[in-house]
């Protein structure tokens, strides 16, 4: 059964190149297009994995809703990848060994997404 990856993102051309990606490589992917959804696809659907934007509706969306999957006790394990142009826009860089307290993430991707690292990091944080 091929495992199921979520993503979070307001970007319908990304989610859709991510789609075509995983889905070459595997995976099953379902998405939601704001941070309410998410959450609501994650417990009604129980993927593997969840990719998250952190800039939907709000510039921060992305890590409230990275901090109540976490506060959840049913989704709490869930893995989840942050997705982020941060950086390019702003030069602040996140990196989940030092910002684990601030953000509890298990990794971080700068947008725009390479492909092949992508399925890598999708495959290096999924639960077997």
Same mark, same amino acid.
């Given at each position: 059964m091929a495992?199921?990856?979520l993503i979070?993102?307001?970007d319908f051309d990304l989610v859709e190149a991510m789609r075509i990606t +995983? &889905?070459?490589?595997?995976?099953e992917v379902i998405d939601a297009q704001d941070g309410e959804k998410g959450l609501e696809k994650i417990r009604l659907e129980a993927p593997d994995i969840v990719l998250l934007d952190v800039m939907m509706s709000s510039m921060d969306e992305g890590f409230h809703v990275a901090y109540k999957?976490?506060?959840e006790s049913s989704i709490k394990d869930t893995p989840i990848i942050m997705l982020t142009a941060v950086g390019n826009q702003t030069g602040f860089q996140f990196d989940p060994g030092k910002d684990a307290d601030f953000l509890p993430v298990d990794a971080? +991707? &700068?947008k725009p997404v390479n492909p092949k690292k992508l399925v890598d990091v999708v495959r290096q944080n999924i639960k077997v």
């Open positions: 495992k199921k990856v979070i993102d307001d +995983l &889905e070459t490589a595997g995976f999957i976490r506060k971080f +991707l &700068e």
